[in-house]
Structures are given as C-alpha cells and as structure tokens.
Nanobody, 125 residues
Framework: QVQLVESGGGLVQAGGSLRLSCAAS????????MGWFRRAPGKEREFVAAITGSGISTYYADSVKGRFTISRDNAKNTVLLQMNSVKPEDTAVYYC??????????????????WGQGTQVTVSS
C-alpha cells in the first residue's frame, strides 16, 4: 500500500507560479512511476505529467509542456510539480498518483494504482 498526500495548492494570479508537493508513505518509493493528474470543473480527470522511478524520464501533456516541471526526491519520498506561467484554464483539483513498473502508457489514469485526495489550484485572471 502507498498513501499519497498532496500539498501546495491555493489561489494564484494568472502568470504566477505554484509548486505542488506529494509525499508518499512507502519506503520503496524509487521504483514507483509517479504522475500528476487534474480535474477541472465539469470535466474529466486528465493527465498532466509523469516521472519514472529513476527520475530520468518525464512526460507532459501538451497543454502544460514548457510551463510545468515534474521532479522527484527519492530520499524524501516526494514528487513535485512546479507550475509556472499559470493560466485560468489550469484551475482544477490536482491529484498525485503512483504505480509500479508497467508497460502501459504513463498518461493513462487507469494504469495507476494509488491516488492522493487532491489539492485545489485556482488561477485568477
């Protein structure tokens, strides 16, 4: 079992920055692929970013590429999402997710085994 706890959400003006953090409970954190997803009001949950266990490979949705950066600190069992140049359309509940080694695409939410409760991000225009 892995418990995930997100933090860092809040209200930010368009063009500003915010950093989300996700703390994982499991000691063997490094093998896990970690992802961030989000659900905007009235929309389905969508992929934002993912990072492999080693941290070498990262993946981004086109809508956030060049603005968001995912990273991890395996010594602290933590994954971060640095959000820069935020837009009102980034407003959503952001979820941290984890999964073991799988061949399926890292962008598919159904391939993730563990989820956090989510943290609200609101971008004002």
């Amino acid at each position: 079992q892995v418990q995930l706890v997100e933090s860092g959400g809040g209200l930010v003006q368009a063009g500003g920055s915010l950093r989300l953090s996700c703390a994982a409970s499991r000691r063997t954190f490094s093998p896990l692929t970690m992802g961030w997803f989000r659900r905007a009001p009235g929309k389905e949950r969508e992929f934002v970013a993912a990072i492999t266990g080693s941290g070498i490979s990262t993946y981004y949705a086109d809508s956030v590429k060049g603005r968001f950066t995912i990273s991890r600190d395996n010594a602290k069992n933590t994954v971060l999402l640095q959000m820069n140049s935020v837009k009102p359309e980034d407003t959503a509940v952001y979820y941290c997710a984890a999964r073991g080694a799988k061949s399926a695409s890292r962008t598919l939410e159904e391939t993730y085994d563990y989820w956090g409760q989510g943290t609200q991000v609101t971008v004002s225009s």
